[in-house]
Nanobody, 127 residues
Framework: QVQLVESGGGLVQAGGSQRLSCAAS????????MAWFRQAPGKEREFVAATLALGSETYYAVSLKGRFTISRDGAKNTLYLQMSSLKPEDTAVYYC????????????????????WGQGTQVTVSS
């Protein structure tokens, strides 16, 4: 079992930056594909970014690429999401997700493709 705990959310002004963290426990997640999703009020949960095992490759939602950066620290067993140039429409609960790496198939970008989830952290961007 893998437990994921997000942190780093809060209130930030438009144009500002925020870094989210996701601490994993239970297992070393260096061999896991890990991702960030977000869910705004009244909307479905959407893919933000993913990093494959060992951080070898990263993928982003097209609309977010260039503003958000996903990374991981293997020594700390922690996933990060650096967000910059934040906009009010980035307001959402941000979730960390993980699943064992599979060296085949497409990059997982839907909720059902992930096995483990954190409880989420709220990010609110004020205008």
């Amino acid at each position: 079992q893998v437990q994921l705990v997000e942190s780093g959310g809060g209130l930030v002004q438009a144009g500002g930056s925020q870094r989210l963290s996701c601490a994993a426990s239970g297992r070393t997640v260096s061999s896991y594909t890990m991702a960030w999703f977000r869910q705004a009020p009244g909307k479905e949960r959407e893919f933000v970014a993913a990093t494959l095992a060992l951080g070898s490759e990263t993928y982003y939602a097209v609309s977010l690429k260039g503003r958000f950066t996903i990374s991981r620290d293997g020594a700390k067993n922690t996933l990060y999401l650096q967000m910059s140039s934040l906009k009010p429409e980035d307001t959402a609960v941000y979730y960390c997700a993980a699943r064992p790496y599979r060296p085949y198939g497409d990059v997982p970008v839907t909720q059902k493709e992930y096995d483990y989830w954190g409880q989420g952290t709220q990010v609110t961007v004020s205008s």
